[in-house]
């Protein structure tokens, strides 16, 4: 059964730091594009970012360019989101995705909700 | 950035009555590369259709998908309760991968 569980999230200061996690099994890790969706609460759903599966082709949406980084560890089957100079708009829940060309996001973790307040 | 605008925002039907939600698309897109979405509150979102018109797996058969180029439909046949939700299109065949503002469906 494949199951993305995300972790990580939580209260953040405007300006600082947090890192979420997203724990895959189920399935071969390495060989699936992996991507990360958040939604601002009651609103609706954002692409945020993505990486292949090697990690070497990353990409990112306008509003986190330059502050967010995507990575994965593929012997630790873990997908990574670095958040920096964390804003109030970043608030939302952040979900960890699966990603196939043909079926297109397919697997969804159960999200993780971080707050950027003061 | 190719934009995905749904239609309508909201939907008031009864259980028994059809659906059928809109997406249309910015540019052309390859049919290949439509999804729809269904996401009760406190979930994640889940894969209905794929490539269009393809139902995801588990998905039952009153769901349908349709449409290409710019212009999409999800029909639903005979709504079920369970099946008052949103629901979102996405087009993941070129970067951002965007989604739709979502419609959402409620009981009348």
């Known amino acids: 059964e494949v199951q993305l569980v995300e972790s990580g999230g939580g209260l953040g200061q405007p300006g600082g730091s947090l890192r979420l996690s997203c724990s895959a099994s189920?399935?071969?890790?390495?060989?699936?594009?992996m991507h990360w969706v958040r939604q601002a609460p009651g609103k609706g759903l954002v692409w945020v970012s993505r990486?292949?599966?090697?990690?070497?082709?990353?990409t990112y949406a306008d509003p986190v360019k330059g502050r967010f980084t995507i990575s994965r560890d593929n012997a630790k089957n873990t997908l990574y989101l670095q958040m920096n100079s964390l804003r109030a708009e970043d608030t939302a829940v952040y979900y960890c995705?699966?990603?196939?060309?043909?079926?297109?996001?397919?697997?969804w973790g159960q999200g993780t909700l971080v707050t950027v307040s003061s | 950035e190719i934009v995905l605008t749904q239609s309508p925002g909201t939907l008031s039907l009864s259980p028994g009555e059809g659906a059928t939600l809109s997406c249309r698309s910015s540019?052309?897109?390859?049919?290949?590369?439509l999804a729809w979405y269904q996401q009760k509150p406190g979930q994640a979102p889940r894969l209905l259709i794929y490539g269009a018109s393809n139902r995801a797996t588990g998905i039952p058969d009153r769901f349908s998908g349709s449409g290409s180029g710019t212009d999409f439909t999800l029909t639903i046949s005979r709504l079920e309760p369970e099946d008052f939700a949103v629901f979102y299109c996405q087009q993941h065949g070129s970067s951002p991968h965007t989604f739709g503002q979502g419609t959402k469906l409620v009981i009348k």
């Open positions: 189920g399935f071969i890790f390495s060989n699936y594009w």
């Open positions: 540019q052309s897109i390859s049919s290949s590369y």
């Open positions: 990486i292949s599966t090697d990690g070497s082709d990353t």
């Open positions: 995705v699966r990603y196939s060309s043909w079926w297109g996001f397919e697997y």
